[in-house]
């Protein structure tokens, strides 16, 4: 076994003369793929067998971080229960394997620190040893047990009906020691739910995706120019005559819940109301905002001092609801030709000795970052903001949206500044496949690649509703996930067709509307429920068809 390997595993667990894998075996079976991974690769190794019924679930961990542990529990234990199609057709161990019946799992947290913040700790172990009935997860957050917990649960296939008619599950190839931990910080997933409003409860159920890719950030671009359906609390107008319809917006209760169960998982909630451009939804609710050329148009107006009462309001609304320290103010695609257009716009330019637009972006972009500050906020913008060389202080953070834009990245973290990358990984690219996202290295450019926190895949909203969000998000961006969690290592790119094929199958059973990677099946397929035909007379239709035919 590699030198580096056995130091990483002997701080907890032991195993002999056993024969095992690691990472130059290329050979991983979780997804994304943990840092190690260890079992035994003997086909005749010992098969471990739980009973969900019997299963014994033990925390030891500081009483501050049960709500966190106990939800991650009971959310696995449900899983437990989610039997494939046809369970009763599974052979009783077939290949007559040497059996380990697993009783008990038990939890061990370091820390009393459940604060869910940049740079929090996400590391776990899991172990396994030779003879014994227990499984032991180790971590130093509880954010670590709802990491450690999702492994775990993929690596239990489910193996037969007992006697008793219970359902047994398997876990192949014991011994098994696992030791994981992110590459990224910043692991996230940008929904937008201004080109077509996501109900809530589709959301909260994208929030278990996520946790089960172990991402660990949504990104929720809130209003857009075509609806606004953010109900700030100060300012309700801009959602009741802004979003789609008066009920098709996200009251401070429903934020408050999605804020609520994504920190239950592990996951930061970071809000985007994007200005100045891409804020047409405004005009229905506050016209005297924006500029006019001449009716009243995005981008708003940012020579009319209301416009930074509203901004310092909204965005005082914002904090409000979304505590994490992050938050994106946007910046991006903001058209000067309205600006341009307007006499009274120029003339207060020239009155300011402004001889072109983009200093009047820059005044506006000075103006909210400096709002954004003095409520205690790291601000992350479009990397526009940076390309046009606009002033901005050294703690935001630059998202590269614009391709695999290298040049920007080296430029950005040469200069200081920390950057996230989005643009390799836009899922309303149709034509891209999982493994397009997956081939994109984030690290491959030449900079301060230490500044680089990260990246987010981004689920753009013009094609996307209800009916298809999960099939057209998930599992494209369980590779994203994965180059996030793992990084960018050859060992795990080896045999990654076949481990998504068998994570989106997982996803499926959990009842997730992944989409398939290629031909094939799964042992529980996605449902399909439209009308009731039960009740179709089988003689009738034998008759129609032969009137047809």
């Not at 301060?448 to 494209?476: C, I, K, Q, Y």
Request: contains cysteine; glycine residues 6%.
């Amino acid at each position: 076994m590699d030198t580096i390997i056995r130091l990483l595993l002997s701080s907890f667990c032991f195993f002999g003369s056993l024969v095992i894998h690691a990472r130059s075996e290329q050979l991983h079976r979780v997804f994304p793929a943990a840092q190690v991974e260890v079992y035994n690769r003997e086909n005749d190794g010992t098969l471990g067998i739980v009973k969900p019924s019997q299963l014994s679930i033990q925390s030891k961990a500081p009483s501050s971080t049960s709500s966190i542990v106990d939800a991650a529990i009971d959310r696995f234990r449900k899983t437990l229960l989610m039997l494939p199609d046809f369970a009763e057709d599974y052979e009783e161990n077939p290949e007559h394997r040497q059996l380990q019946e697993m009783t008990k799992i038990l939890i061990q947290v370091a820390s009393s620190d459940v604060q869910l913040r940049e740079g929090v700790d996400e590391s776990y172990t899991l172990c396994i040893e030779a003879n014994s009935s227990g499984v032991e997860l180790k971590s130093k957050t509880a954010f670590g047990v709802v990491r450690g917990l999702e492994t775990l649960g993929q690596l239990m296939d489910f193996g037969w009906v007992d006697g008793a008619g219970d359902p047994v599950l398997i876990i192949d190839h014991l011994p098994l020691s696992v030791k994981d931990f992110p590459a990224f910080g910043f692991r996230g997933l940008l929904i937008d739910t201004s080109r077509h409003y996501l109900p809530l409860e589709l959301i909260l159920s994208n929030l278990d995706a996520m946790a089960m890719n172990k991402l660990n950030l949504l990104h929720w671009h809130l209003t857009d120019s075509q609806s606004f359906p953010f109900e700030a609390e100060s300012m309700p107008e801009l959602a009741s005559k802004g979003a789609y319809h008066p009920k098709m917006v996200y009251t401070t209760k429903d934020i408050q819940t999605v804020v609520k169960e994504a920190y239950l998982r592990g996951i930061r909630v970071v809000p985007e109301v994007d200005l100045p451009g891409h804020s047409q939804s405004i005009v229905s609710s506050h016209p005297e905002l924006m500029s006019s050329c001449p009716s009243p148009s995005e981008p708003i107006d940012p020579t009319n001092p209301s416009v930074y009462d509203f901004v310092r309001t909204v965005y005082s609304d914002l904090s409000k609801v979304f505590p994490d320290d992050f938050v994106h103010v946007g910046g991006d695609e903001v058209d000067f030709s309205c600006w341009q257009n307007s006499s009274r716009i120029s003339n207060w330019m020239k009155t300011h000795n402004m001889t072109k637009s983009v200093e009047l972006y820059e005044y506006f972009e000075t103006r909210l970052l400096n709002i954004v500050k003095n409520q205690s906020k790291t601000p992350i913008v479009w990397q526009e903001v940076f390309n046009l060389n606009l002033t901005v202080t050294k703690d935001t953070i630059i998202d590269i949206w614009k391709g695999f834009d290298r040049k920007t990245m080296k430029e950005a973290t040469e200069r200081g500044f920390r950057i996230v990358l989005s643009g390799c990984w836009y899922l309303d690219y149709l034509n891209c496949d999982w493994d397009t996202f997956y081939d994109c290295n984030a690290t491959n450019f030449t900079g301060a690649v230490d500044l680089l926190v990260g990246g987010h895949a981004s689920m753009w909203g013009e094609h996307v509703d209800t009916s298809n969000f999960m099939s057209r998000v998930w599992p494209r961006a369980s590779a994203v996930a994965e180059r996030l969690w793992t990084g960018n290592v050859d060992w795990a790119r080896q045999n990654a067709r076949a481990r998504i094929h068998k994570f989106r199958c997982k996803m499926v059973q959990k009842g997730f509307a992944a989409e398939p990677i290629g031909p094939g099946f799964c042992p529980h397929e996605v449902p399909f429920s439209h009308s009731d035909h039960s009740n179709v007379v089988f003689e009738e239709a034998t008759a129609i068809r032969e009137d047809l035919f």
